[in-house]
């Protein structure tokens, strides 16, 4: 009889890179929903973190898949070395990398899955995409938008959420996770028609 195929412990099949800034004072940035969302999908699956070269990383089952949960210790902008890097390990190519990001074009609380796309000015893509050679990456993009929003976009993505705004975080991080379950359970096109209404 054929053994069963254990998902934590076989090769991952699916990197699902989230992004942000390494460090402490980075963490609770807006820029850094990413990383958050990642370490929800570890808490979940049990998972334990390890460094792994240029990123932060964690075996995980998700949806009966094998995955590697990894944040890229490169910071923000050179967030691609750590997606190429990852990708040749593992033998794999850019159809296998999910990518989780904040959006300030998007109001807070809103996720959105796309296929494919621009990096839409998000630096930390930008480098995704230009080290993988293709727009054709699914990305799972989180909204960190507000109602008025200060013209330095960059010291307001580098700031922290407002206390006040814990429990719609929470929430959206919750959205993030599910989001990504759902792509690796019933693909992108279901999870688009879920989410991007």
Not at 36 to 61: F, K, N, Y
Not at 106 to 111: D, I, N, T, Y
Not at 135 to 158: N, S, T
Request: hydrophobic letters at 45%; proline letters at 4%; charged letters at 25%.
């Amino acid at each position: 009889m054929a053994k069963t195929r254990d998902p934590k412990t076989g090769t991952p099949e699916i990197i699902i890179l989230g992004l942000g800034n390494p460090g402490a004072s980075y963490a609770r940035n807006r820029h850094n929903v990413g990383f958050m969302v990642l370490e929800a999908l570890a808490r979940a699956a049990s998972g334990r973190w390890q460094a792994r070269g240029i990123a932060r990383t964690c075996r995980a089952a998700i949806a009966g898949r094998t995955v590697l949960l990894a944040e890229p210790l490169t910071y923000m902008n050179h967030s691609g070395r750590a997606a190429r890097a990852l990708l040749e390990e593992l033998g794999l190519g850019p159809g296998n990398l999910i990518v989780v990001l904040d959006d300030f074009s998007l109001p807070l609380g809103r996720v959105r899955v796309r296929p494919r796309g621009s990096a839409g000015g998000h630096h930390g893509l930008e480098s995704v995409l230009e080290y993988a050679g293709t727009d054709d990456i699914v990305r799972v993009r989180l909204g960190i938008a507000e109602e008025r929003m200060p013209e330095d976009k960059a010291g307001f993505v580098l700031s922290d959420f407002a206390a006040e705004q814990a429990a719609e975080l929470e929430e959206m991080i919750g959205k993030g996770v599910n989001a990504v379950t759902s792509i690796l359970r019933e693909g992108v096109a279901k999870t688009m028609a879920l989410y991007n209404a």
